[in-house]
């Protein structure tokens, strides 16, 4: 049984968790906005809930601070109990955690979150903002979502029991960390980016708050197999593990002997194939009139008729090398029953933004005039 005395906590741990109590009953009072009528909701300007947000959270803060003052001062006195408020207040976080991150579990199932409208669905991809493909790719695929939302789902039922609120917290923090990366990276709603924060703060102090328990789990923790005395070894063994990882990615970096300066996405201007030029429009017709090139270093080239879309049906993608050198390129595009279409063509008036090959592709002798889109960008 927990003595007083070990229930003693810092003033600053004591604000915190009587301000995360507040804020989530600011929280729960607060979504009678989202059960409110909608010909109620649009005559409030937006301007309103800024404000009523705002000083919500300010009032929270104040208050916390001067009720965690009187129930510091209040428990240096002796015989004072402070269990129950510790409890009151923990289990205010838990219950509040539980029905917020169930919520957005539900969300997943019942299909009102990862919902990508149709006019996005028309957009290039590279136009589409961090908060819509976040939504499409994790609605891509309804198992994932349900797993996801099931993890949730069950965390939080974990975290409405004291015996398991740890082991809750411990399944629930993880998912959270990586949702608020996601809410910070990708640019997701300042709403959800807000909410991410506090349970992702109100889940480290319940953690936090069983740190006694954790120190006295892993101290206790003992190993039933014999240790393996390499003395010093062992050490340059974990230095070379890591290493062996690094160096592995570094070879490959370092084996793409690609010309970065060719990397990009080229509109090809100018067409001129066995002497004739190929008109600006013959791609609607003509399978064989490129308008675009892709080159992507160890990701390979690709020639695509469509100036608008990349469609893979009718583009043809393969692997190159270019020799620095001898200023030449050598293109293979697999066609069908182990045949190739190569393309071996001379690199000239190569600058940033422009650049001509010349030479021939299969039968065809070709000369493309391109200009440089946007360039190929490297991490």
Not at 87 to 109: D, E, H, M, N, P
Request: charge should be positive; proline fraction near 3%.
């Amino acid at each position: 049984m927990l003595t007083n005395s070990s229930l003693r906590t810092s003033w600053f741990f004591k604000f915190c968790e009587f301000l995360f109590a507040t804020l989530a009953i600011f929280n729960v009072l607060s979504l009678v906005f989202e059960i409110l009528p909608e010909k109620y909701l649009k005559n409030i300007p937006e301007s309103f809930f800024e404000t009523f947000f705002l000083s919500g959270i300010i009032v929270c803060l104040l208050i916390a601070i001067g009720y965690s003052i009187y129930w510091h001062k209040k428990e240096t006195k002796a015989n004072y109990d402070s269990g129950k408020k510790h409890a009151v207040c923990r289990g205010i976080i838990r219950y509040w955690l539980a029905s917020q991150i169930c919520t957005y579990g539900f969300a997943k199932i019942l299909g009102t979150q990862f919902h990508t409208p149709d006019y996005r669905l028309d957009m290039a991809l590279g136009e589409v903002s961090g908060f819509g493909l976040t939504w499409y790719y994790y609605g891509y695929s309804y198992a994932l979502a349900v797993i996801i939302a099931s993890v949730q789902i069950g965390g939080s039922i974990m975290l409405l029991f004291r015996k398991t609120t740890l082991l809750g917290a411990f399944v629930l923090l993880p998912v959270m960390v990586n949702i608020l990366l996601i809410n910070i990276f990708f640019t997701i709603a300042s709403g959800a980016f807000l909410n991410s924060i506090l349970f992702t703060l109100a889940l480290l102090l319940l953690i936090a708050a069983e740190q006694r328990k954790i120190r006295a789990f892993f101290q206790a923790i003992t190993y039933d197999l014999p240790p393996i005395k390499l003395g010093w070894i062992k050490h340059i063994l974990r230095i070379v593990t890591v290493g062996f990882a690094f160096g592995l990615i570094y070879y490959y970096v370092v084996a793409d002997a690609a010309d970065k300066r060719l990397m990009g996405t080229w509109q090809i201007q100018t067409l001129i194939k066995n002497k004739d030029t190929v008109a600006a429009n013959a791609w609607q017709t003509d399978s064989t009139a490129w308008t675009k090139l892709y080159i992507e270093g160890v990701y390979g080239i690709a020639l695509s008729p469509n100036p608008y879309k990349y469609i893979p049906e009718k583009s043809k993608r393969g692997s190159y090398t270019y020799d620095t050198t001898a200023h030449t390129l050598v293109a293979s595009f697999p066609v069908k029953d182990k045949q190739v279409d190569t393309l071996k063509a001379t690199v000239t008036n190569l600058t940033c933004n422009t650049m001509t090959l010349q030479g021939t592709l299969v039968k065809d002798s070709i000369k493309m005039i391109l200009t440089r889109i946007k360039r190929k960008q490297h991490n």
